[in-house]
T-cell receptor
Framework: AQTVTQSQPEMSVQEAETVTLSCTYD???????LFWYKQPPSRQMILVIR??????QNATENRFSVNFQKAAKSFSLKISDSQLGDTAMYFC?????????????FGAGTILRVKS | EAGVAQSPRYKIIEKRQSVAFWCNPI?????LYWYQQILGQGPKLLIQ????????DSQLPKDRFSAERLKGVDSTLKIQPAKLEDSAVYLC?????????????FGNGTRLTVT
């Protein structure tokens, strides 16, 4: 079974600075996807960024980028120029394709607080 | 496109009572998921539907939880009778199953408090 581990329960960063959230996972699969979701107090899970395991190039989405190390099974999220609106719970998630749809497994989450 | 709709937003019940949650997925999404998110934890999959059929309910406490997706669109999740440990946010999500890398789209969730 796949497991996702986020070892940082809470992180803080000053506005405009850079912060990195860690994630490791365990799987025997070769083809899979990794995601970072953001969950603000409104509770809606918002997709931040995703990475295909077969791609060596790290994904980027504006201020968000990942450092994907497939051999090490590591998938960290870097947030540049942090903004107050980035304050939220961040979840790392692993997805593999199953016969009927996709199976998504989440980590326990990291609370990120951006300070002014 | 309209997002995943869930209701109610909040629900408070006493233990041993019953409760039901409703979800309307994004139009055209064949796969529907119910997740349970206990405070301070990541979401845990309870049940996954493909159209109106169940494809994964391995983590659903079947003695008290039930779910259905009639006509392959809307879905309801029921708890009867509720226990204190059922207090959590219940998230519904949907995806376009035929796309291998189709991400899940989530609703705003229902926060259940069992007293």
């Amino acid at each position: 079974a796949q497991t996702v581990t986020q070892s940082q329960p809470e992180m803080s960063v000053q506005e405009a600075e850079t912060v990195t959230l860690s994630c490791t996972y365990d799987t025997s699969e070769n083809n899979y996807y990794l995601f970072w979701y953001k969950q603000p107090p409104s509770r809606q899970m918002i997709l931040v960024i995703r990475q295909e395991a077969y791609k060596q190039q790290n994904a980027t989405e504006n201020r968000f980028s990942v450092n994907f190390q497939k051999a090490a099974k590591s998938f960290s999220l870097k947030i540049s120029d942090s903004q107050l609106g980035d304050t939220a719970m961040y979840f790392c998630a692993f997805m593999k394709h199953v016969e009927y749809g996709n199976k998504l497994v989440f980590g326990a989450g990291t609370i990120l607080r951006v300070k002014s | 496109e309209a997002g995943v709709a869930q209701s109610p937003r909040y629900k408070i019940i006493e233990k041993r009572q019953s409760v039901a949650f409703w979800c309307n997925p994004i139009s055209g999404h064949a796969t529907l998921y119910w997740y349970q998110q206990i405070l301070g934890q990541g979401p845990k999959l309870l049940i996954q539907f493909q159209n109106n059929g169940v494809v994964d309910d391995s983590q659903l406490p079947k003695d008290r939880f039930s779910a259905e997706r009639l006509k392959g669109v809307d879905s309801t999740l029921k708890i009867q009778p509720a226990k204190l440990e059922d207090s959590a946010v219940y998230l519904c999500a949907s995806s376009f199953y035929s796309a291998y890398n189709s991400p899940l789209h989530f609703g705003n969730g229902t926060r259940l408090t069992v007293t």
